[in-house]
Antibody
Framework: EVQLVESGGGLVQPGRSLRLSCAAS????????MHWVRQSPGKGPEWVSI????????DYADSVKGRFTISRDNAKNALYLQMNRLRPEDTAFYYC???????????????WGQGAMVTVSS | SYVVTQPPSVSVAPGKTATITCGGN??????VHWYQQKPGQAPVLLIY???DRPAGTPERFSGSNSGDTATLTISRVEAGDEADYYC???????????FGGGTKLTVL
């Protein structure tokens, strides 16, 4: 079964850091670009970051650029999101998501995890 | 940044056709994906590249994209189609990567 499972969410104070992890299984993880997408309660999704299959290209939404870092470990089938200098507006469910096609960037997310809730509050 | 507009809600009777629009400047020149999200669940990819269906998406769901409007059409609507629907726009030439605000589909 193709599956993504996020972990590492929680309550954190503004200005602090948090690291999310995403464990992938059931597909050749090393062949696909991966993304982080977040969704605040009652709002639409917001794309956060992308990393290509070989980690050769990463990119970020302007709202997180300079504060968040995406990375992956293909040997461990794992995706990460290091979030620094967190703000209250970063409060959201964070989903890892698989890009649709092998070796390509489509921004079509065909597999999503169940999400990890991050709450930034004092 | 690129702005995408969806109607907040659409209502339709069972068995009828629902049309959900996604508006944006020259959206017809961009790639549009559509997602369905039910309460408490992650979004599910319904349509990609304007009109292609992933395996598992019923043929009742179709998409089109032209001019300033992309459209998701749901034929023979069922009670189980009640959900939030989001369009997502991607333009590789200028890195537009944005979701619409979502449309809540109510089956009467």
């Amino acid at each position: 079964e193709v599956q993504l499972v996020e972990s590492g969410g929680g309550l954190v104070q503004p200005g602090r850091s948090l690291r999310l992890s995403c464990a992938a299984s059931g597909f050749n993880f090393y062949n696909y670009a991966m993304h982080w997408v977040r969704q605040s309660p009652g709002k639409g999704p917001e794309w956060v970051s992308i990393i290509t299959w070989d980690s050769g290209t990463v990119d970020y939404a302007d709202s997180v650029k300079g504060r968040f870092t995406i990375s992956r470990d293909n040997a461990k089938n794992a995706l990460y999101l290091q979030m620094n200098r967190l703000r209250p507006e970063d409060t959201a469910f964070y989903y890892c998501a698989k890009d649709l096609r092998v070796g390509a960037i489509t921004y079509a997310f065909d597999i999503w995890g169940q999400g990890a809730m991050v709450t930034v509050s004092s | 940044s690129y702005v995408v507009t969806q109607p907040p809600s659409v209502s339709v009777a069972p068995g009828k056709t629902a049309t959900i629009t996604c508006g944006g400047n020259n959206i017809g020149r961009k790639s549009v994906h559509w997602y369905q999200q039910k309460p408490g669940q992650a979004p599910v990819l319904l349509i990609y590249y304007d009109s292609d269906r992933p395996a598992g998406t019923p043929e009742r769901f179709s998409g089109s994209n032209s001019g300033d409007t992309a459209t998701l059409t749901i034929s023979r609507v069922e009670a189980g189609d009640e959900a939030d629907y989001y369009c997502q726009v991607w333009d590789s030439s200028n890195s537009h990567r944005v979701f619409g605000g979502g449309t809540k589909l109510t089956v009467l």
